[in-house]
């Protein structure tokens, strides 16, 4: 059988939203990716740790809302494998695409080791919650998982080509859907600025404090060329000190310190890759955060009904270095589309 997807033929109704105007957003300095594994971080117990000294504030997903009872159907919750159902022990989402296949984040099941080397997670160090909007002991169906495949060209650490499939031992038994994924043609329409999407998931919320609610927040596409002018833009901001030092130091003309640094700056790789979404608002403070990750980011299709056309893979750090970036304008999510081939090849060779 093989990997459901959409074709270009359809109509996505987003695509009637207004497109943003022209004009430049007024971007916030924006720190760099986490990289730390969040399975890791919810098997040490930091998680819960966190949670203890979370300071209060409103209750939702960066900019989101509570997320009705059944609604996102697909929507499934990765846990460490043997431990109880609950907010500590959920580290990242995934998405129901066939009957026993999750699909999700590489980041959320390709762990770095103790001697620096990365691997991937073995099936019993997974579980994964179907069927319910809570995390909560009695809710939903946790399934053991059978295999884990991640894409081979993601490189641990990084984000690029940042996508996992995950085979479940069953189907699950209690009510759920399946969704539907775009092929590359319809990716590409599905990629403008101005489409509305929609993020889902369990992640950290305002304040630090994890949520056992799924929930949700609107947000939109963004060019993605605004926002890698933005992060290159602070990273280029955040290297001309030591730059400049190196300059004096060797006694550099100023002429071929202009040429150098031109050339630096051109030679630098793009943070938000063609294998990337980016997704937020202009004004701030909607996205993605801690615990989110490997969730879909999916679109409102006419006639009514969603596709999944992203996966959420990265976001900003906060201003201390450590959580989410919670007035962020964007975040960076794994482009499905660019995958539906390999996805048609696990899926076929492991029956």
Known sequence: MTFRFLSAAALVGALAAPVLGEETADYATPKE??????YTYAKSGAKAERAKSA?????????????????????????VGGAPVSTESQFCGGSL?????????????????????????????VAVLVGTNQLAEGTGD???????????????????????????????QVPYQTIEVPDAEYGDI???????????????????????????????????????????????????GGFGYA?????VSEADAYAIWDELVARAPKPVSENMICSGTFEGGKTSCNGDSGGPLVVPVE???????????????????????????FSAYTNISKFVPWLNQVIEANP
Request: overall charge negative; aromatic content about 6%; hydrophobic content about 45%.
């Open 33 to 38: 990716p986490a990289i730390a594994s969040p």
């Open 55 to 79: 300071g209060e504030a409103g209750a939702k997903v960066i900019g989101g809302e509570v997320a009705a009872d059944g609604a996102w159907p697909w929507q499934v919750a990765l846990l």
């Open 97 to 125: 695409v066939m009957d026993r296949w999750i699909l999700t984040a590489a980041h959320c099941v390709h762990m770095q080791q103790d001697d620096g080397s990365y691997a991937d997670l073995w099936p019993q160090d």
């Open 142 to 172: 946790l399934i053991p998982v059978e295999a884990v495949f991640r894409h081979p060209s993601y490189v641990g650490g990084g984000f690029d080509f940042d996508i996992a499939l995950i085979k479940l031992s069953r189907a699950p």
């Open 190 to 240: 599905l990629n403008q600025q101005g489409v509305t999407t929609i993020v889902t998931g369990w992640g950290l919320q305002e304040g630090g404090m994890a949520s056992a609610e799924l929930r949700q927040a609107e947000i939109q596409v963004l060019d993605r060329e605004l926002c890698n002018t933005a992060m290159l833009e602070a990273r280029a901001e955040d290297a001309a």
């Open 247 to 251: 300059v004096q130091t060797l006694g």
């Open 303 to 329: 006639g009514g009904g969603y596709i999944q056309a992203g996966i959420v893979s990265w976001g900003l750090t906060g201003m201390e270095g450590r959580g989410c970036e919670e007035t962020a304008l």
